[in-house]
Structure formats: structure tokens, C-alpha cells
T-cell receptor, first 110, second 117 residues
Framework: QKEVEQNSGPLSVPEGAIASLNCTYS??????FFWYRQYSGKSPELIMF????GDKEDGRFTAQLNKASQYVSLLIRDSQPSDSATYLC??????????FGSGTRLQVQP | DAGVTQSPTHLIKTRGQQVTLRCSPK?????VSWYQQALGQGPQFIFQ???????QRGNFPDRFSGHQFPNYSSELNVNALLLGDSALYLC????????????????FGPGTRLTVT
């Protein structure tokens, strides 16, 4: 079992729709959760982090964390073609190293 | 506020050679982590430096070594390059001091694309 699992996609949504990206993790000791956006040929960009159960909203992005189910998700409202990228879920148990999933490729169709 | 910087941007080396990659962390950060990212994969953790010491290490051979300087900048060295070392090498910085139990957001530099022929 991979430590951090994501559906590789591509996830295709029409412009203006809500994109829902999901991630599960195996280490119950994980305490910090991050979403990175990576455009093709570029480095990952931190877009959201969440540390407590529940929802955290920042602009069009909402991160959701459920530690009991070991599940974290990212919702992108009013998706734009510029949101087309690979979204990486990363998990950090305490001071241990950040562990990444393989990423979900999102395509927003104009 | 300068972000994380890395040099060089691109590098082409021959199998068996050695390479050194450099990273300067974001202002105010004290920790540097290095990652290798192969095409279509998530970044894989190589090692992390804090207070000039290697604090954690991922599943990479001893051919991969590093250093952190007093100004928090860091180098990644790879010896005896293999074709499989071709990848995007990413440096990320964070603020790990202070005794917190959560947090430690990491910010990435632009990466160094290494091609081994």
C-alpha cells in the first residue's frame, strides 16, 4: 500500500464547475496535510495546507480533512482553464519527511 | 522577499560523472529538503538539512550526499551518475525550528533538470 494515494486522472471538468480532488494516506500519525499545484515543466506550488479536521477555505479553494477516514480532499470552485495542472497531495507525520502522492492531473475544458 | 532559488536550471552530464546542485532557502527559513521527481511521479524525498546536519534521509544510496552552510544554503552532490538519475531535482525550504508539532510548510524552488547521457 502506498503511503499517499491519489487517482492519477485525468479529471476533466467544464469551465465554471467544481473540481474535486481526493487523497488517502496510510500513516495515522500524520498531522499536517498539503496541496501543491504543479504546471507542466514547473516546480510544485503550495496552494493549501490543513492541520485540523474539517474544512478550510481560501478563495476558490477548499481543503477538507477527515483524520478518522485518513482522507483529505481539495475542492476548486468555478474552475478555470488556468487551473489545469497536476495537483499533488502531501502528508507530513510530525517532524518526519513530507510524503507525496503521484498527483492527479486536472483538465478544465473551456 | 526572495523565494527559494536553485542553480543551475538545466544540466547535462555523462554517466559516471559527478554533479553538484545548489539551493538558497526562502528568507527566514532554516531547513532545506531535497527531492527527486521523475516524469509522471510525485517528488521523492532524498534528505533534509537542519542546523548544518543531515536530519532525515530517504531511500537513496550513498552516492547522494549533501551539505548545509551557516547561511542555510545547501548543496546536493551526486557521484557516479547513472542514467536513472535523470530527473527534476527540487529543493524546498521551511522553518522547522521552534518546537512546533504541526505545520512546517515547505516552499519549492524552480528545480534543476538533470539529464544523464
Amino acid at each position: 500500500q502506498k503511503e499517499v494515494e491519489q487517482n492519477s486522472g485525468p479529471l476533466s471538468v467544464p469551465e465554471g464547475a467544481i473540481a474535486s480532488l481526493n487523497c488517502t494516506y496510510s500513516d495515522r500519525g500524520s498531522q499536517s496535510f498539503f496541496w501543491y499545484r504543479q504546471y507542466s515543466g514547473k516546480s510544485p506550488e503550495l496552494i493549501m495546507f490543513i492541520y485540523s479536521n474539517g474544512d478550510k477555505e481560501d478563495g476558490r479553494f477548499t481543503a477538507q480533512l477527515n483524520k478518522a477516514s485518513q482522507y483529505v480532499s481539495l475542492l476548486i470552485r468555478d474552475s478555470q482553464p488556468s487551473d489545469s495542472a497536476t495537483y499533488l497531495c502531501a502528508v507530513k507525520p510530525g517532524r518526519r519527511a513530507l510524503t507525496f502522492g503521484s498527483g492527479t492531473r486536472l483538465q478544465v475544458q473551456p | 522577499d526572495a523565494g527559494v532559488t536553485q542553480s543551475p536550471t538545466h544540466l547535462i552530464k555523462t554517466r559516471g560523472q559527478q554533479v553538484t546542485l545548489r539551493c538558497s532557502p526562502k528568507s527566514g527559513h532554516d531547513t532545506v529538503s531535497w527531492y527527486q521527481q521523475a516524469l509522471g511521479q510525485g517528488p521523492q524525498f532524498i534528505f533534509q538539512y537542519y542546523e548544518e546536519e543531515e536530519r532525515q534521509r530517504g531511500n537513496f544510496p550513498d552516492r547522494f550526499s549533501g551539505h548545509q552552510f551557516p547561511n542555510y544554503s545547501s548543496e546536493l552532490n551526486v557521484n557516479a551518475l547513472l542514467l536513472g538519475d535523470s530527473a527534476l531535482y527540487l529543493c524546498a525550504s521551511s522553518l522547522e525550528g521552534g518546537g512546533r508539532r504541526i505545520g512546517y510548510e515547505q516552499y519549492f524552488g524552480p528545480g534543476t533538470r538533470l539529464t544523464v547521457t
